[in-house]
């Protein structure tokens, strides 16, 4: 018996799911079956019972599951303190963050983060993208992650491309701009356009508004729903509205700069020794947005 095949047991006993349990500790099936039917066999005593595909708890498996989870519990409270008495411990980190990607990607992620790190404390907060630069250079906050409209040399400060992210220029499928072959500029102007706004001082032409009205706001989320309940039209990232514009709800507009691609960036202070934890998050966000 060991960590690995009782976190196994634990994990698939609490998601009730052999897939979502592999899903959340990153290994196969076939490999996590294993690691169960081992701790089965070492413990002479079957710990589900199977129907086809269906598990559920056997009664020995009920028996132990708290145990287990207090196994699990002392395991990661030693690993903090040993952490802590080698130097390795970082108190915390704070990470801002757009929402150019879905919240229920960064709520898996952020769980993800605090599993195989557990000796740091994460704190991610929300912000407009056009900020995110500003947070960590005046160290608000230690990293940031999102679209970067800046494309400013800063030698204190480091943009580190994740991977491109496409722009996409949208109105309600309804709107009667999506109604036309070829939209111009003028024609463009005369509608509510829902933009991105942000706090700091300097200034971002990439988020300066087009149309004579606007309504702007700091989050991609709420542009949408602007752009959904007030007859507007606005610039999306493309992994926020994939399905409405998959369910035509949305659609794009046929303008000149109606598609557009912007680099995705983790940004930290120059000379930041590397975060073992911000690595691994970058890796997920770059394989992330292959798939667009």
């Known amino acids: ?64 599951l708290k145990d287990c989870e207090n196994l699990l519990a002392t395991s990661a409270r030693i690993r903090q303190t040993c952490a802590q008495i080698n130097g390795e411990f970082s108190a915390e980190l704070w990470i801002a963050r757009d929402d150019a990607i879905p919240d229920s990607i960064w709520q898996d992620w952020a769980h993800t983060l605090n599993n195989r790190f557990p000796a740091t404390s994460f704190n991610f907060v929300l912000a407009s993208s056009g900020d995110l630069a500003n947070l960590v250079e005046t160290q608000q906050v230690d990293f940031a992650f999102g679209v970067d409209y800046e494309r400013v040399e800063d030698p204190k400060l480091v943009h580190q491309p994740l991977g491109k992210i496409r722009m996409m220029s949208v109105c309600s499928a309804d709107h009667p701009l999506a109604q036309l072959r070829r939209v111009s500029d003028d024609k463009l102007r005369q509608y509510m356009q829902a ?12 988020l300066e508004p087009f149309a004579l009205k606007y309504l702007g706001f700091s989050s991609f989320e709420f542009m949408l729903n602007t ?66």
């Not at 933009?195 to 001082?201: A, F, K, Q, R, S």
Request: proline letters at 3%; one cysteine or more.
């Open 1 to 64: 018996m060991n960590f690995s095949q009782i976190e196994a047991f634990y994990t698939v006993a609490s998601t009730g799911s052999v897939s979502e349990a592999a899903r959340q500790l990153e290994c196969n099936r076939t490999k996590l079956s294993m690691a169960i039917k081992a701790l089965e066999t070492d413990l002479d005593t079957p710990l589900f019972d199977r129907t086809g595909n269906h598990l559920a708890l056997s009664e020995a498996g009920k028996a132990i």
């Open 195 to 206: 933009l991105m706004v942000y706090l700091n001082e300097k200034e971002n032409p990439e």
């Open 227 to 292: 752009i959904q309940q007030e007859n507007a039209w606005g610039v999306l990232p493309e992994p926020l509205i994939r399905q409405k514009l998959r369910d035509q709800e949305l659609a794009v507009i046929k303008h000149t700069y109606g598609l557009t691609q912007q680099d995705f960036c983790m940004y930290f202070s120059a000379g930041m020794a590397e975060e073992e934890g911000m690595s691994w998050l970058a890796d997920q966000i770059s394989d992330y947005l292959f798939g667009f």
